[in-house]
């Protein structure tokens, strides 16, 4: 019997449509399959540009006996973790839980009712390093459930109470405060690397979210350190393999503790969050860096990641073909000494060997090197260094190019608008405004339906079945709010608004004001799903305290203000204590100590003095401060409200906790204003 992804909307669930196994879709038909036939149902959770996903794919998956068996004894569930991120977070925790880490693919065996009972992650088709073969996993599983079904019953049972004990207590309803904001610094601090930048050893991530709390704490308190940590992790990245120094943009992590070895995919919310990051570090310091890999990233996201329909593609594989139809890891990044001779000649390939740190040795396998900048000193010519990274570029582009995941995830393209929206305003590329744009329109057009419920996913022009989460509310109305701080265009609040509106009441509970992350009338699973923390891209709870604050200092809306205090008081427990993994919370703690400022610049919309003073008030590093520009007469923001011209000339409000400073037509008192 083929299996059922043909018609599925997920390129990792179509990547398995041909295997010889027999999978459903996560549905309620394949658990009701499962009680029909008597069978355990194995659940595997991947994503399309996982390494090891394709590796135990290949291996098992792929293998026709290995797929008789599965279909004999099993029913096989797959399920791209990037469009349900709820059934990923539930069966994570509970692998995590019961063997101490997790990742993926993620392997988990269920019973009917979809109780989990023996987990993992990847399993090799032989035996390896005291890991059990697939196949033997499969027996025993088998076994169990054939031979010791009471039993297997209950250890689902208990570990289904178990996670529902572990529901999270979050007492704590006052905000963070100072003493709670220099706690978080001082654990960052004990946490960095000061060899290398960033924070812990290795595999490293790029710590957008953190570092978006360094350059705010900076901007409200002066501390030098803050910016330090936060220029010196910059600059480290920017230099290493795990930024593109062809294309621009950002690998996921870096295998190493140095930023050298980069694990080769490149994700969308990596590059949105990183472009947003290095464009508020130029906003802070002027780094020319900063400005180079803020654009160069930006460029990166509408270059390669922008679909035909102006959203952005999830992801770049990190494997390609290697030229020899064998799939490698980094393949299409890496360089040899010999492949920059055959590209540029003897003497071109020797600066470009020393600008680049290639070795004769490799610093990746098999000679290999990745592209880095390791000469923080001597004088290089500019044209040649720009004339061999073009004719790299151009060698480079005719190799085989990674797999691309089209899908259109509405939360990471959030983060994407917000982040080119913001680029562009900053740098004069109304291009990036315009790509912003493009993406906003698609999630109103194919995204949200007439109730302004959000679906999570779309692909080709045709929306995804899947709900949205949490974070997708959060992080869409995140963009809209930026769109119309950069455009003045009211049509982008009042969309963040309907979002935010299904915030209160569908992802928040009443009594506690805590959020969870799937909506109240979603697909019931064995828990509902709510964590805090911020790991590869803020939480849909720390990213929606921070919409919600941003609307309310647009709006002047007291029970989205309400809120997102309420949902800060998480920041005040667990700021201190483990500051790497709230940095958005604590970026938005610090908006909310400083207010967040609100900044009214009204004047005709092409005068040259209301574009200077909008660019004024767009440029200050005051944590989270919003704007609003429009004519005198405008409705289209609530902040422009009775707002008037100071002796016909266009003029700024700066206001913050319910108190103005009096209105000004002077660019530089304004900046001043906003730097107190």
């Excluded at 992590?253 to 080769?264: I, L, M, N």
Aim: aromatic residues 8%; proline residues 5%; hydrophobic residues 40%.
């Amino acid at each position: 019997m083929p299996n059922r992804l043909a018609h599925e909307t997920s390129p990792y669930l179509l990547q398995h449509a041909d295997n010889p196994v027999d999978w459903w879709p996560w549905s309620a038909d394949a658990f009701e399959e499962a009680r029909k036939s008597s069978k355990p149902v194995l659940l595997s959770v991947g994503y399309s540009s996982c390494h090891w996903c394709h590796v135990m794919a290949h291996e098992s998956f792929e293998d026709q006996e290995t797929a008789d068996y599965l279909n004999a004894h099993f029913v096989s569930v797959k399920v791209d973790r990037e469009e349900r991120p709820d059934v990923d977070a539930v069966y994570m925790e509970a692998v995590q839980a019961a063997t101490g880490q997790g990742g993926w693919p993620m392997t988990v065996f269920l019973t009917p009712d979809a109780e989990p009972f023996y987990f993992g992650t990847y399993f090799p088709p032989a035996p390896r390093q005291g890991s059990p073969s697939f196949r033997q996993v499969l027996e025993g599983v088998h076994s169990a459930w054939t031979d010791r079904r009471d039993e297997v019953a209950e250890v689902a049972e208990k570990i289904v109470r178990d996670l529902a004990g572990r529901e999270i207590a979050f007492g704590d309803t006052q905000v963070p405060g100072e003493e709670d904001l220099a706690g978080a610094l001082l654990g960052l601090t004990r946490d960095y690397d000061a060899g290398h930048g960033g924070f812990g050893g290795a595999p490293k991530f790029p710590p957008s979210m953190a570092i978006e709390f360094l350059l705010r704490h900076h901007a409200r308190t002066g501390a030098e350190g803050a910016l330090q940590m936060a220029a010196d992790t910059c600059e480290r990245m920017a230099r290493g393999g795990i930024y593109d120094q062809l294309a621009g943009g950002f690998a996921r992590y870096s295998v190493d503790r140095e930023w050298v070895v980069p694990h080769f995919e490149k994700m969308l919310y990596d590059n949105a969050l990183l472009c947003r990051v290095y464009a508020h570090l130029w906003r802070s310091t002027g780094s020319d860096l900063a400005r180079r890999v803020a654009l160069e990233t930006a460029d990166f996201m509408v270059r390669e990641l922008r679909t035909n329909e102006g959203g952005f593609a999830s992801a770049l594989d990190a494997d390609s073909d290697d030229g020899t139809g064998k799939h490698v890891e980094g393949a299409y990044y890496v360089w040899t000494p010999a492949q920059l001779r055959e590209v540029l000649g003897e003497q071109d390939a020797e600066l470009a060997a020393d600008y680049f740190g290639v070795t004769e040795e490799g610093t990746f396998e098999e000679g290999a090197s990745v592209l880095q900048l390791p000469q923080s000193e001597g004088v290089f010519d500019a044209e040649r260094i720009a004339s061999i990274r073009a004719r790299l570029l151009e060698a480079r582009g005719e190799r085989p190019a990674p797999g691309r995941d089209d899908k259109v995830v509405a939360a990471w393209n959030g983060l994407a608008v917000a982040a080119l929206a913001e680029t562009g305003a900053y740098f004069d590329r109304p291009d990036l405004i315009e790509a912003a744009l493009g993406a906003a329109d698609l999630l109103v057009r194919l995204h949200l339906d007439e109730h302004a419920r959000l679906s999570r996913t779309s692909k080709d022009g045709r929306v995804g079945a899947n709900a949205g989460v949490l974070e997708d509310y959060a992080d869409v109305s995140e963009g809209f709010l930026a769109l119309a701080s950069v455009t003045g265009e009211g049509v982008w609040l009042e969309f963040a608004g309907f979002l935010l509106d299904h915030v209160l009441v569908q992802f928040t509970d009443e009594e506690s004001g805590t959020l969870y992350d799937t909506a109240a009338d979603a697909e019931k699973l064995i828990r509902r799903p709510q964590d805090p923390t911020d790991n590869a891209t803020p939480s849909g709870w720390s990213a929606a305290a921070g919409a919600l604050l941003s609307y309310a200092a647009q709006t002047g809306a007291e029970p989205h203000r309400a809120a997102a205090e309420r949902a800060l008081g998480v920041v005040k427990a667990l700021g201190p204590r483990a500051p790497r993994f709230i940095g958005w919370g604590l970026a938005t703690a610090e908006a909310l100590l400083d207010g967040p400022r609100e900044v009214a610049v009204v004047g005709p919309v092409d005068d040259p003095a209301t574009k200077e003073l909008h660019r004024a008030a767009l440029l200050a590093t005051a944590p989270g401060a919003v704007v609003a520009v429009g004519a005198p007469d405008s409705d289209e923001l609530p902040l422009l409200a009775e707002r008037l011209l100071v002796s016909g000339e266009p003029t700024a409000y700066v206001c913050r906790n319910f108190t103005c400073d009096a209105p000004t037509t002077d660019v530089d008192r304004l900046r001043e204003a906003l730097k107190r």
